[in-house]
């Protein structure tokens, strides 16, 4: 049974992950309402039940995607954001491989 990551979970799979416990806690946070709010399924209005395994390793890697645009965005490579908070990628901008593992090609329109 899956569960959501967690900073030690996530820094297993993803070496690069940032070194700050609570900056890789509040990417981890904002990715997994992302992917409830994307998955339009019953799972969106309970953020604490179990996640399909899919939906686990699509959190991880739009953590990592919600990071790196934001470390692009301070290196000049991207739109400036403001300094209170993340740039989440707008999910017609997430890569196909992520919205399919959170939405399937068969749950298309489901929901």
């Given amino acids: 049974m899956a569960v ?3 900073v030690t979970t996530l820094r297993e799979q993803w070496s690069g992950a940032p070194s ?5 806690t509040e990417l981890l946070e904002v990715a997994k309402l ?3 709010s994307y998955g339009e399924t019953g799972l969106a209005g309970e953020a604490n039940a179990t996640p399909p395994a899919g939906w ?3 959190q991880m890697k739009l953590a990592r995607a919600i990071w ?3 470390r692009a ?3 000049g490579e991207g ?3 403001g300094s209170d908070g993340f740039q989440v990628p707008r999910s017609s901008d997430w890569s196909a491989s992520i919205r399919r593992l959170i ?6 329109g489901v929901g």
Wanted: proline residues 10%; negative net charge.
């Fill in 4 to 6: 959501w990551h967690t």
């Fill in 20 to 24: 700050s416990d609570p900056l890789c």
């Fill in 34 to 36: 992302e992917v409830l």
């Fill in 56 to 58: 686990r390793f699509a």
């Fill in 68 to 70: 790196e645009t934001n």
């Fill in 73 to 75: 965005n301070e290196a």
């Fill in 79 to 81: 739109d400036s954001i």
């Fill in 103 to 108: 939405r399937p090609p068969s749950m298309e």
